[in-house]
């Protein structure tokens, strides 16, 4: 069964520091990684998606990596806002196709 | 945003009673899914749906059903509510599987049974 961790669990940084979101997970037989963002109280949002075969994706400050054979990818903010403030969650696809396991998630706060 | 909504935003009920959940979508998109998020859990699947009247389980099926008559409509019925069926309730659709593209997420409903 694939288990997905996510570390640090919080963090708490000043505006303008480039921070580094962690995600582990135990299966790499995996179509996809995904990463979301979810604001109190809403739904979540697609930030990234890195498919198997892909190392990387960019999407204006933000940057994932895959690295599938270590079962870990990152996120990596850069010059952080506050209105980054939220919590990120990180997911994969199973070879079946049809389920997303997820994180636990990371709940980040940027301080102005 | 995709054009997903779900019904209610918000309900109260009590233990026993059976419950409906609807999502709607405008996107046309062929999958459909339910999830559950709860503290210390993060969101786990329900049920899915890849096509009009075809459903499977997910990873916390037990004490729900689902239904998918029109393309547009996915039901989540709780049979018999329990106070251990309190969370919050998302639903997501996706146009394909396999890899490339990503799932779009409802507002989700805050269910409470007491």
């Known amino acids: 069964k694939q288990e997905v961790t996510q570390i640090p669990a919080a963090l708490s940084v000043p505006e303008g520091e480039n921070l580094v979101l962690n995600c582990s997970f135990t299966d790499s037989a995996i179509y996809n990684l995904q990463w979301f963002r979810q604001d109190p109280g809403k739904g979540l949002t697609s930030l990234l998606l890195?498919?198997?075969?892909?190392r990387e994706q960019t999407s204006g400050r933000l940057n994932a990596s895959l690295d599938k054979s270590s079962g870990r990818s990152t996120l990596y903010i850069a010059a952080s806002q506050p209105g980054d403030s939220a919590t990120y969650l990180c997911?994969?696809?199973?070879?079946?196709?049809?389920?997303?396991?997820f994180g636990g998630g990371t709940r980040l706060m940027v301080k102005p | 945003d995709a054009g997903i909504t779900q019904s209610p935003r918000h309900k109260v009920t009590e233990t026993g009673t059976p419950v409906t959940l609807r999502c709607h979508q405008t996107e046309n998109h062929r999958y459909m899914y339910w999830y559950r998020q709860d503290p210390g859990h993060g969101l786990r699947l329900i049920h899915y749906?890849?096509?009009?009247?075809?459903?499977d389980k997910g990873e916390v099926s037990d004490g729900y059903s689902v239904s998918r008559s029109k393309t547009e409509d996915f039901l989540l019925t709780l049979e018999s509510a329990t106070s251990s069926q309190t969370s919050v309730y998302f639903c997501?659709?996706?146009?394909?599987?396999?890899?490339?593209?990503?799932?779009?997420f409802g507002p989700g409903t805050r269910l409470l049974v007491l």
């Open positions: 890195i498919q198997s075969s892909q």
């Open positions: 749906s890849y096509g009009v009247k075809d459903t």
């Open positions: 997501a659709i996706s146009g394909s599987s396999g890899g490339a593209e990503t799932q779009y």
């Open positions: 997911a994969v696809e199973d070879n079946a196709g049809n389920m997303l396991t």
